[in-house]
């Protein structure tokens, strides 16, 4: 170098010598975020990750990563009343995706390639008693049997299934996918003793290391109301669990159903299917104040139901009923106003709630029961050490889903109390807010309708109400998913770098930063339709 | 794998690629062995919009041409960011000669290359809006005038950045620069002044002109591609934020480049001899406010009171642009 002359003679060299990165005052780092829909799912469903496999058609992907949660896609898909999709991101910009009929079409998808549920660990040789054999009972065994642990089941029914079988009227969900995925669930050797109430917990405990009750409420809330001697009050889990069994118990031409709930709404559109031209709902608040799911109220409106909002049902008698009219007041809560009504009716079905039977745990000490339900602590253990309980007889929401979640939680702590551990918390993810999305980069693209029995045809038998997706339709709702909080691979981040400091790898997350060249501009943040990078500020 | 087997919703093709996409309708920037033509280490400022467009320009040229391509270069930022002697970010052919001289330089290298019987390589020239409106304008004219085989690219980012925010030709009504300064009854640059560069190219009737931002990855590479299938002179302008100058936050360039066309104050199109044969339309217009307001350059029009008189006559010019490009096709 020195024989040459100073400066033009000097070789040329790259401009990756100057380590650009050394600019930053913040870094743009990758993030999995949690998006609304698995935080709104009951039973803790990935629901992005699942959609994300979906999307490219890796179905059986999907699939495998949906049971990991939920033992029961295709009873999901059609009975969930998806929580899902009233939060999701998508219904600020046009229309909440689809998850569920998605869930459905992977559900039934399953069934029809005969998938199996994932093998069992290494027996760990522990047991566990499991009593009731409903959606909350079933979803615990199935996951303390994949940790290893031998469970037995005992339900006081002849078939499992619990409410999903006594509860829910078969034109919502049809009875053989209901078998095939307990029988599938029964099948990694899960031991199912029906007919076999336990009565006496300690010593049905015998031989077992803890238990899990899932009993649900079924016992049917009652109201006193005056009634005659030939009037004619049934109560809806009855006819419910009569029609489910394929009776078809005689409620006359005018039905009046009393509740507000889910169960009213079934009771109704069942009477419907059972001949009643006229099927009236009788409710003391207001629509909005109404407990059943929308869906299922509009199914039911579709299907000729009408609703009578702010009245009571004061007597009942032979033909007819009388009802008073009601008024909220400031705080909400419904008043009588004296004005009363007569309407003529055949029968009155009353859908006022359900209780828990408590009787099998009352001698047990140091259990509680408060408000009619069974207390459990955050472990879902009741007072009695080693026995935990879920579903219905603990105080939640009272819903399918629900279940199954309180049925992983639960399978989760015993598998930590039977191994002296602690369970090791959920990692907690940040929010994936719909601000933090660049919803520029996503088409307009409106929700694909499951096919509906026309509702004049829908009445007038028991087959199901609502179709499945065919396969391009699933695919394209599938992929209506934004993905919020979470990579899908667009390659926006490794595009818009000025400073081609973003690297694009194999493997989970296909992107990583060079912070060498890096300057921190946050172009990639910005322009990151899902939201799945933020800026954190550089540690000096 | 059905993986195109029904429309492609999830992000339709405004992002730079997509796993689920087939590669070919994935942009040029989405591929790991994209040319990169400007590479890592440069010195332009975080965010710069210029940076980004050479590369997305320069890529899709290399793409087109199947890397058988040289640069001229004007001085202007671009040069100087990528290039402080000896080091270098060009992993191309590149050449820097004068401020006023890249046309003619490209001229020549395109002269050159043909009398060297060497016409499988192609020449782009490239410069920033000072080097192409004003300072080199003479020598763009001439270029393009005798139609000489060199797709020109103008990168505008509407005033001298590199010597400190001047006005140019091509700065804005009521932009803040440091020689149109926010005072007075009509502050920041004059109205009614500076040059349409685009409208001028294709008053010379050469084969093709055509204007694009770094907001539309697609449309951009479509418009490099098409213009390095022609031969003769052809003239591209890339809008291109300045975090800089315009006072704007580095994470935002893209974003304002897409509100410049959203609002219909920059008109993204494409013309052939002369005539226009296709535009952009704009997808969910916003009021030139939108743009405007995140902008430093012109805060003097959003003060107590604002200058709801200077903001009209923006919109009013948006509004001709939507009208004489019928970009408003809702």
Known sequence: MKSKPFAITLDIKSSLANHTGAWRTERPVYVDRWPPCSAACPAGENVQAWLYSAEDGSYETAWRRLVADNPFPAVMGRVCYHPCETACNRAQLDSAVGINSVERFLGDEAIKQGWQLPSPAADTGKRVLVVGAGPSGLSAAYQLRRLGHAVEIRDAGAQPGGMMRHGIPTFRLPRDVLDIEIARLLALGITLRPDTPVTDLREAMRGFDAAFLAIGAQLSHRAY?????????????????????????RLGRRVVVYGGGNTAMDAARTARRLGADEALVVYRRTRERMPADDIEVEEA??????????????????????VERMELDDAGVPQPTGEYEDLDTDCVILALGQDVDHSLVDNLPGLEVADGVVQVDDQMMTGYPGVFAGGDMVPATRSVTVGIGHGKQAARHIDSWLRSTHAAAEPTRESAEYGQLNTWYYSDAPHAVRPRLEAARRTSDFGEVVGGLDEDTALYEARRCLSCGNCFGCDNCFGVCPDNAVIKIDGAHGYAIDYDYCKGCGLCVSECPCGAIKMEPEVT | MPAQAVKFYQVGSRAVGNRLLDERLRSEQANPQRGNALNSGHRACQGCGEALGARYVVDAAL?????????????????????????????LPWLHSLFANAPAVASGVAAALKAQGREDLRVLAQGGDGGTVDIGFACLSGMFERNDDVFYVCYDNEAYMNTGVQRSGS???????ATTEAVGPEPGAPIGKGKDVPRIAMAHEIPYVATATVAELHDLEAKVERAMSLHGARYLHVLVPCPLGWGSAPADTIKLARLAQRSGLFPVFEAEHGEVTATLPIRDRVPVEEYLRPQRRYAHLFGDPPRTDLLERIQHIADRNVARYGLDRS
Request: net charge neutral; hydrophobic share 40%; with cysteine.
């Open chain 1, 225 to 249: 109301i005056p009634a005659g001697q030939s009037a004619r009050v049934l109560d809806a889990l009855d006819v419910l669990g009569q029609a489910a069994g394929g009776d078809r118990p």
């Open chain 1, 301 to 322: 409106l579709a299907e000729g139901v009408r609703m009578r909002w702010l009245s009571t049902i004061t007597q009942v008698d032979a033909g007819h009923l009388r």
């Open chain 2, 63 to 91: 793409r087109a041409t199947d890397g058988k391509l040289v640069a001229v270069n004007a001085t202007g930022c671009l040069e100087v960011f990528s290039t402080p002697y000896p080091e270098s970010s060009w992993q």
């Open chain 2, 171 to 177: 700065t804005p009504p009521y932009a803040r620069t």
